[in-house]
């Protein structure tokens, strides 16, 4: 599965594979790999991302058009 919107919004924020690889803690070609679809993202490492980039996990794997996470459905006691 190729990850248009990990591509699309490394680019809107202007930054490098190598910077994402930085911020993840791993090597530039691993995260190319990600982005590309040819080697399986590690749940961790999306969370991450959608918290970098204020995305739900949902947007990044394009099950959602919405960009924002949906509200949560269970409130916290």
Same mark, same amino acid.
Not at 13 to 27: E, F, N, P, S
Not at 54 to 63: A, C, K, P
């Given at each position: 599965? %190729?990850? /248009?919107?990990?591509?699309?919004l @490394? ?8 910077d994402? $690889? +930085?911020?993840? #803690?791993?090597?530039?070609?691993? %995260?190319? /790999?990600?982005?590309?679809?040819? @080697? ?9 991302? $959608? +918290?970098?980039? #204020? ?23």
């Amino acid at each position: 599965m %190729y990850f /248009r919107r990990l591509e699309d919004l @490394r680019n809107d924020y202007d930054l490098t594979q190598q910077d994402i $690889a +930085d911020y993840l #803690g791993c090597m530039r070609e691993v %995260y190319r /790999r990600y982005e590309k679809g040819t @080697r399986t993202i590690p749940i961790d490492f999306l969370i991450k991302l $959608a +918290d970098l980039y #204020g995305v739900s996990v949902d947007y990044l794997l394009e099950h959602t058009p919405k960009k924002n996470p949906a509200p949560r459905l269970l409130k916290k006691p």
